[in-house]
Every structure is written in C-alpha cells, then in structure tokens.
C-alpha cells in the first residue's frame, strides 16, 4: 500500500511538471477544433439523453444543435452529421464533462496525469532499478527539450497519438518487465487512444505489424506472442467502435457516414480533378462540378456545397456560413458527394496514382522533420478574431478570454522563443545516439531495449507517413508525437549508464584469485 501511494504521489508530480509550460503560460492550449469537439460532445449527450426523431417521425421544432443555436432543421442536423465523424465522440463526451465541471484545465490535469503515469511505466521497465529521482529528471528535461508537456495541455485528444506510441512499444518490446496490472492498463489506454482519433488507429495497425518485425529475431511464435497483445486491443477498439457508431445512429435518427476526409485530400491534390474530367459528365457524379475547382481539404470536409472556395482566409466561410440555413438541394448534393467518396478516392489513385503517391511521400517527409512548437499549436489568437459561435464558446468556457480587447496578453500567439531550436537539436541528438546503441554491440540485457527503441522511431516515422499521406505537412501532427525520440534516448543513457557503473564497480572489486592462492591450506609444502 506504501509502494502504491509513493507510485501515485510521483506522477502527481511529474503531471504537476508536465503542466509548467500551461501554468507559465497562463492557460491551457487551444486548437481551432476544441470548441468543435466541445459541441459535438453537447450535442452526443442531449441525442443519447433525447434522442433525435427518426426517418418518418415528427420532426423538434426549435431543438439546436452546435452551430445551429436557434434552432436546428432536418436539413441542418443531415448536413451536421455528414462530416462530423471527423470528430470522435470518444473524445468529444468526456471533454465536454470536464470542462463542464472545471474548465480546460480539467482537461489538461487529466492529460497530464494520463502522459505521467506511462512515462512512470516506461521507465520503472527499462531502467529497474531507477528511483523516483530518475523519473522527476526524466520528465524534467522532456519537458524543457520537446513537445510533450503542451501537449498535455493541450485540449486535444493529439496527446493520445504519442502514449499509444509509446504504450505499443513498451508491451511489445518489454512485456516481462510490466507486472500484469500495468500491461491491461496500458492496452486499456490503447483502446481508448484509438478511440479518440482515427489516425492512432492505422498507427496501431502499424504498429502490430512493425511490432512483429522488430520481434522476428526472437523467432515467429516469440515474436507472435508480443503483438498479440496490441492485435487483441485493435481488435477490442474496432467492436467499440462499431457499437458507439450504432449507438449514435440509434441516438440521431439516421445513419452517420464516414467524414470525406480521404475524398478531401485526393481533391486538394488535384488527383480526383483528373479523375472527374476524364469521368464527367458521363459518371453522373455530384462531384462532376468540383472538376475545376481547386481548394484547401478542409472545404470539401466541412463546407461544401455551401460556398464556394474562398478566395483569401479560408476562417471567412465559417463567419459567412454562420446560422446558414441548408437547403434541400445543398443537403442532397452534399449526401452524394459524401456517399461517392470510394469511387472518387479509386478513381483518383488509378488517373493519377504516382503524383498522388510522390505528393504522399514528400508530406511525409515534410511532416517528420517539422514538429517544432509555434504559434499553429495554439488558436485562441484566431479564434478571438472570428465573430463565430465557437468563438462565443470558448469566451464562455474560458475565463480570462474576455478581457481580450485586442488580440494580446492573455490571448497572446505562443511563442516559446529559444525552446523551439531546443527542441529540434534534442531531436536530431537523439536520433544519432539511438543510432549509435542500435549498430553497436551490446549484451543480452539490452535486446529489449533495443527493440524498444527502434519501435518508437520507427512509429514515429510511420505517423508521420500517414498523417502526411491524409493530411498535411502541419508540425502538430508530429508535434504530438516527436517527445517519444529524445525519451527514447534518455532511457537508452539510463540503461547504459547503469551498465557501465556495474562494470566499473566489478572492476575495482579485489580479485578472488589473490586470497585463493594466499591461502596457507593450499601453499606449497617446505
């Protein structure tokens, strides 16, 4: 019981570290998206509580929905529901009761606590004998030298790309060093990471296979039993998923269709253009009309048919469209550009599947070198500036925002001023020294840790490779996750540092040879 409340009283402190850049700061983190999210989740909770009326039933008059405070209309929640999926509701509920409760810093106390307790498992499992001063020092300097701690606070559910990273590698690469409670709070977490965004879902697929790469060394059945572990929690995550999105169709009315994201990307590309002016008109596709029009992904995701693209700063359509009332027309077109989005994806990779795939690529690489945190982690500045509900929103969730009269003070864009050079030399110093303990020699004790290490780095890459693929070259995509390479590092010090204190330590221990032969039982006879 002792051991547990000194467990439960470090983490306090290291989630206490964790939140130094928010506390100095003087505020949590926010993202465009936040209040988004903090809608989707008020508007899951009123459906599952009342839910909306099905096909055929009487329709609520007067009933809001997020976006549509006045009132919300069938055409309204239809349009709503056709790229909302975007959102998790796994994320999106529970950030709405925290706040609900206590604000974003809430939010952020739970992150915090969540990243410290993982980190207390990575490193209790690859340095055993670490104390709890190794770990305070640990989680000091990831959070001076990387992303991790405004990640934290960040209102987000990115913090969670970078602990289903980390808690993957630890299962697969070090399983006999978590006791059995700490690997089912770990898959537990997993689960629930590739709940609250898409991307950490393909990431744990990679990760399965990646795992088993890494693994094949020890051979196929020691490397199958290692993964099996994060194969059952994917497959765990894949029938939750299926239930909250039955659930939420029951909760709605109608069904919820897969948000355009992968139709949004090929179409800001220009690959599915290609596709759609060798189809049209013959295809009879609601997207005939985008055949010429070149835009932003996140027009197709959230605004179109609405407006067109816009010709400056795309943030003017969300004040143009506020309380837009959908028309049937724009709802039905919208529906089949939606419902087409495989057709559209095939099309494209088939008319213009290598330039796709270069664009692909080179986003990838763009995304894995450019993680450095900058004003783009932070939106509140943007947000005070739009005339928008989610502006109303965070006003009214986040107490200090409205004494922003000018975009200024609290309200200031993040800068961090020579920690961001920092934090890309701790990177690039880090992948040389991981380098370094990869192509050397090393005994049986270090295996593991090996293989811990070229996991992380090689999820990290792999993140940036999707996100690149169906996003963009944002730094956040990879800020959420580049804390992982100097940790890497720092456990790979811990470890090699311990071994050559032991091997010191022998070396100056006297020689049993001396007082064997020293022995007068065993000296020559006269």
């Given at each position: 019981?002792?051991?547990?409340?000194?467990?439960?009283?470090?983490?306090?402190?290291?989630?206490?570290?964790?939140?130094?850049?928010?506390?100095?700061?003087?505020?949590?983190?926010i993202f465009f998206d936040t209040p988004d999210y903090w809608g989707w989740?008020?508007?899951?909770?009123?459906?599952?509580?009342?839910?909306?009326?099905?096909?055929?039933?009487?329709?609520?008059?007067?009933?809001?929905?997020?976006?549509?405070?006045?009132g919300a209309t069938p055409n309204d929640?239809?349009?709503?529901?056709?790229?909302?999926?975007?959102?998790?509701?796994?994320?999106?509920?529970?950030?709405?009761?925290?706040?609900?409760?206590?604000?974003?810093?809430?939010?952020?106390?739970?992150?915090?606590?969540?990243?410290?307790t993982v980190l207390w498992s990575a490193v209790r499992a690859a340095v055993p004998v670490?104390?709890?001063?190794?770990?305070?020092?640990?989680?000091?300097?990831?959070?001076?030298?990387?992303?991790?701690?405004?990640?934290?606070?960040?209102?987000?559910?990115?913090?969670?790309?970078?602990?289903?990273?980390?808690?993957?590698?630890?299962?697969?690469?070090?399983?006999?060093?978590?006791?059995?409670?700490?690997r089912i709070g770990l898959c537990a977490l997993i689960a629930y990471a590739a709940l609250a965004h898409a991307a950490n879902l393909l990431v744990l697929a990679a990760a399965v296979a990646l795992g088993l790469l890494a693994c094949l060394r020890l051979g196929l059945s020691a490397a199958t039993a290692r993964v099996a572990p994060l194969a059952a929690t994917l497959g765990v995550s894949l029938v939750l998923a299926a239930l909250g999105h039955a659930a939420l169709t029951s909760a709605f009315g109608r069904p919820i269709p897969t948000a355009p994201f992968v139709a949004g990307r090929v179409l800001a590309d220009g690959g599915a253009q290609r596709y759609l002016r060798q189809a049209c008109p013959a295809a009879k596709l609601a997207s005939c009309d985008l055949s010429a029009v070149q835009a932003g992904p996140e027009y197709y995701i959230g605004v179109y048919p609405l407006a067109r693209p816009?010709?400056?700063?795309?943030?003017?359509?969300?004040?143009?469209?506020?309380?837009?009332?959908?028309?049937?027309?724009?709802?039905?077109?919208?529906?089949?550009?939606?419902?087409?989005?495989?057709?559209?994806?095939?099309?494209?990779?088939?008319?213009?599947?290598?330039?796709?795939a270069s664009l692909m690529l080179a986003r990838g690489a763009a995304v894995f070198v450019n993680f450095r945190v900058g004003p783009d982690?932070?939106?509140?500045p943007g947000l005070m500036q739009e005339k928008t509900q989610r502006h109303e929103q965070i006003v009214a969730l986040m107490a200090g925002t409205t004494a922003c009269v000018r975009v200024g003070g609290f309200c200031r864009a993040l800068d961090i001023g020579l920690l961001a050079p920092l934090q890309v030399i701790a990177v690039a110093v880090s992948l040389g020294f991981i380098a370094l303990r990869l192509m050397g020699r090393a005994g049986k004790i270090d295996d593991d840790l090996k293989i811990f290490s070229a996991i992380l780095v090689s999820l990290v890459l792999a993140n940036a490779l999707i996100c690149g693929a169906l996003a963009g070259p944002q730094a956040r995509y990879q800020t959420r996750v580049e804390w992982l390479i100097p940790l890497a590092a720092l456990l790979q010090g811990l470890a090699w540092a311990r071994r050559w204190r032991e091997a010191a330590a022998a070396a100056t221990l006297p020689s049993p040879v001396t007082s064997i032969v020293t022995e007068p039982s065993i000296q020559a006879a006269p």
């Amino acid at each position: 019981m002792t051991r547990t409340f000194a467990s439960l009283g470090l983490v306090a402190v290291g989630a206490a570290i964790l939140l130094s850049p928010a506390l100095i700061w003087g505020r949590p983190f926010i993202f465009f998206d936040t209040p988004d999210y903090w809608g989707w989740g008020r508007d899951v909770v009123a459906a599952l509580a009342r839910p909306w009326p099905h096909l055929g039933q009487p329709w609520i008059s007067g009933r809001a929905l997020y976006g549509w405070p006045r009132g919300a209309t069938p055409n309204d929640l239809r349009f709503m529901l056709s790229g909302i999926s975007g959102r998790s509701a796994f994320y999106a509920v529970p950030l709405f009761f925290l706040t609900s409760l206590a604000g974003f810093w809430l939010v952020a106390v739970v992150q915090a606590v969540a990243v410290a307790t993982v980190l207390w498992s990575a490193v209790r499992a690859a340095v055993p004998v670490a104390g709890a001063l190794t770990y305070i020092v640990v989680v000091a300097v990831l959070t001076v030298v990387s992303s991790v701690g405004f990640e934290a606070a960040l209102a987000m559910p990115d913090v969670f790309g970078g602990l289903v990273l980390l808690a993957a590698a630890l299962i697969v690469a070090l399983p006999k060093r978590l006791g059995p409670f700490t690997r089912i709070g770990l898959c537990a977490l997993i689960a629930y990471a590739a709940l609250a965004h898409a991307a950490n879902l393909l990431v744990l697929a990679a990760a399965v296979a990646l795992g088993l790469l890494a693994c094949l060394r020890l051979g196929l059945s020691a490397a199958t039993a290692r993964v099996a572990p994060l194969a059952a929690t994917l497959g765990v995550s894949l029938v939750l998923a299926a239930l909250g999105h039955a659930a939420l169709t029951s909760a709605f009315g109608r069904p919820i269709p897969t948000a355009p994201f992968v139709a949004g990307r090929v179409l800001a590309d220009g690959g599915a253009q290609r596709y759609l002016r060798q189809a049209c008109p013959a295809a009879k596709l609601a997207s005939c009309d985008l055949s010429a029009v070149q835009a932003g992904p996140e027009y197709y995701i959230g605004v179109y048919p609405l407006a067109r693209p816009p010709a400056g700063d795309p943030r003017l359509l969300y004040d143009q469209l506020q309380y837009h009332a959908i028309t049937d027309a724009e709802v039905a077109q919208r529906e089949r550009f939606v419902a087409e989005q495989p057709q559209l994806v095939i099309g494209a990779l088939l008319a213009d599947g290598p330039h796709l795939a270069s664009l692909m690529l080179a986003r990838g690489a763009a995304v894995f070198v450019n993680f450095r945190v900058g004003p783009d982690l932070d939106s509140l500045p943007g947000l005070m500036q739009e005339k928008t509900q989610r502006h109303e929103q965070i006003v009214a969730l986040m107490a200090g925002t409205t004494a922003c009269v000018r975009v200024g003070g609290f309200c200031r864009a993040l800068d961090i001023g020579l920690l961001a050079p920092l934090q890309v030399i701790a990177v690039a110093v880090s992948l040389g020294f991981i380098a370094l303990r990869l192509m050397g020699r090393a005994g049986k004790i270090d295996d593991d840790l090996k293989i811990f290490s070229a996991i992380l780095v090689s999820l990290v890459l792999a993140n940036a490779l999707i996100c690149g693929a169906l996003a963009g070259p944002q730094a956040r995509y990879q800020t959420r996750v580049e804390w992982l390479i100097p940790l890497a590092a720092l456990l790979q010090g811990l470890a090699w540092a311990r071994r050559w204190r032991e091997a010191a330590a022998a070396a100056t221990l006297p020689s049993p040879v001396t007082s064997i032969v020293t022995e007068p039982s065993i000296q020559a006879a006269p």
